[in-house]
């Protein structure tokens, strides 16, 4: 939905660079540049970043933050730069370094997650410092936002014979795209997956390692593999979990998105039907039709929430999303959808509906609007304080990076003409998630054709041994994905194999989270990737966890 004309700038020729700007560029370019006369990059790699207590009232006590500063523009360095935020838990045993921490999205920030979640990786400060950061265009490091009207999408018109109103959809998804463009500042001409590796390896040196050591989540796995691809020689101990796919075209993952969570829905509602207090009752056939009843009342008849906006049937498909990612959370959805149900209440529903895909998460930060959009960027490039971030920074920033990600930008007609033909597969995949997932395709409409770096380079990477983690029941990035994708990267890749259900292993199964720790800590591979059991379901009812 983002639009932001921009030329590939040309590469500056550096005169008399030292040797050790030269050893450095060789490392941080694509392949494909590497012959040719680069920028210099030194002074980037030679920061020493000044840690401190993070400020604000969700931080705990020992985590520290501080900033690396990266080129805007790699290929033009003296034309400007951002700041990107860092955060930490020190080591409490002997170090051997740092591990980086990505927990998906993508446009998911890292710092408040670590702040939240950090209890789930205190093993690992064992022997790292567990480190994380905010992606440029996320969170506190120039953060993307599509204005206070947020990233609402125009319908897709659901007949064939709607010339019409296809027309009018590509006219409000550029309209949408200019304001989005209006409000995100220089960052989105140089936001995408490419660039942050780029980001990242720069804080590999500023953090002191002469390798990554590097866990990610969901699309993290996507940066990771990136970076394998751009930087082999400085890549240590890799953990992908809940791997994102390298090939598929976006209609191709959101058929598969679309299949995976009704599948997750299906499950759900097998579970919640057994419980007196599921809102949809307990015949198992009736649930699922009022589901499809409830998303479509609310598409017709929206209901105000509590945060001055309103609360459609496509919102609900989204939280719904959100909430299937983890059995855990299966408690707490019941709770929140009998709320919308009963009460007609969305606060509890709300908290799922984050935007993006990543971890399982524990609250909605988005209600927290900052000031007004133009307020929001500083042209410097340094951090926004964390009260400042838009409140629909993830969504932003979720398009702008997948639409930075992909080469390919199908005019009005071909679009209209594969909404038409990809209909009737998504709403046979789905008939709850199949329309949402549809829409996703128009994301890009109007934004010029991002890199195709990922789909054509991110092969056959010569590194070391790297772990990928598969979900045989991961509703978001189906297990073939995981199998798909070691096979391109190569031999490099050992596929560690989860039977359980939701989206990532490490925070769900303590098999996963002991291998993937006995890994980075230790450089421990089960043998030939090795397998872990389903952990049991959550107990149903007020018992169960949420």
């Known amino acids: 939905m983002l639009a932001m004309l921009s030329t590939r700038p040309g590469v500056r020729r550096c005169a008399g660079a030292s040797a050790l700007a030269l050893a450095l560029l060789g490392a941080a370019l694509p392949a494909a540049a590497a012959d040719r006369p680069q920028p210099d990059l030194t002074r980037f790699y030679r920061q020493h970043p000044v840690w401190a207590a993070c400020q604000g009232p969700d931080m705990p006590e020992d985590l520290q933050c501080a900033k690396v500063t990266v080129p805007l523009d790699y290929a033009r360095p003296d034309a400007g730069t951002l700041d990107v935020a860092l955060a930490r838990y020190r080591a409490t045993g002997t170090s051997h370094g740092s591990v980086v921490l990505n927990f998906g999205g993508p446009g998911g920030a890292g710092i408040p997650e670590l702040a939240s979640q950090g209890r789930q990786f205190m093993d690992l400060t064992n022997?790292?410092?567990?480190?994380?950061?905010?992606?440029?265009?996320?969170?506190?490091?120039?953060?993307v936002s599509c204005g206070v009207g947020g990233v609402a999408v125009p319908a897709v018109p659901r007949q064939d014979s709607e010339a019409g109103r296809s027309r009018e959809l590509f006219r409000q998804l550029r309209q949408v795209a200019e304001e989005c463009a209006r409000n995100s500042g220089p960052v989105l001409?140089?936001?995408?997956?490419?660039?942050?590796?780029?980001?990242?390896?720069v804080i590999r040196q500023a953090l002191g390692d002469s390798r990554l050591n590097y866990l990610g989540f969901s699309y993290g796995t996507r940066l990771g593999a990136v970076y394998a691809a751009q930087f082999p020689d400085r890549t240590g101990r890799l953990v992908l979990d809940g791997v994102d796919t390298l090939t598929e075209s976006p209609a191709e993952q959101g058929l598969a998105g679309a299949e995976g969570q009704q599948t997750a829905l299906d499950d759900f509602l097998d579970w919640c039907t057994a419980d007196v207090g599921c809102p949809f009752g307990q015949d198992r056939r009736r649930a699922g039709d009022e589901v499809i009843r409830l998303v479509r009342a609310l598409d017709r008849d929206p209901v105000p929430t509590g945060f001055g906006g309103s609360f459609s049937g496509q919102d609900l498909v989204g939280a719904l999303g959100q909430g299937l990612y983890s059995r855990q959370s299966w408690p707490s959805l019941e709770r929140a959808l009998a709320s919308l149900v009963e009460d007609g209440d969305t606060r509890r529903v709300l908290g799922f509906a984050t935007g993006g895909i990543g971890l399982p998460r524990d609250r909605y930060a988005a209600d927290r609007a900052g000031p007004a959009p133009g307020d929001r960027h500083?042209?410097?490039?340094?951090l926004v304080d964390a009260a400042d971030i838009p409140a629909d920074n993830l969504p932003a920033a979720l398009m702008a990076i997948n639409c930075a990600d992909d080469p390919d930008r199908p005019a009005a007609a071909r679009l209209t003409e594969e909404m038409r033909t990809l209909r009737a597969a998504y709403d046979h995949a789905s008939p709850v998630f199949g329309r949402y997932r549809l829409t996703q395709l128009l994301l890009c409409y109007g934004r010029p054709a991002g890199t195709d770096f990922i789909r054509e380079r991110v092969k056959d990477v010569h590194t070391a041994k790297m772990l990928l983690v598969g979900t045989r029941g991961d509703p978001a990035t189906p297990y073939r994905w995981t199998v798909e994708t070691a096979r391109r990267l190569g031999p490099s890749a050992v596929v560690l194999d989860n039977k359980g259900e939701g989206h990532t292993g490490y925070s769900s199964s303590m098999c996963v989270h002991q291998k993937v720790n006995d890994f980075l800590l230790y450089g421990t591979l089960p043998?030939?990737?090795?397998?872990?059991?389903?952990?049991?379901?959550?107990?149903?009812?007020?018992?169960?966890?949420?």
């Open 527 to 546: 043998a030939g990737g090795g397998s872990c059991p389903a952990d049991a379901a959550p107990a149903a009812g007020p018992e169960g966890t949420g």
């Open 127 to 143: 022997g790292y410092d567990v480190v994380t950061f905010d992606p440029r265009g996320v969170g506190r490091s120039s953060p």
């Open 378 to 382: 500083r042209a410097d490039g340094g």
């Open 189 to 201: 001409s140089h936001i995408g997956t490419v660039n942050a590796s780029r980001d990242l390896d």
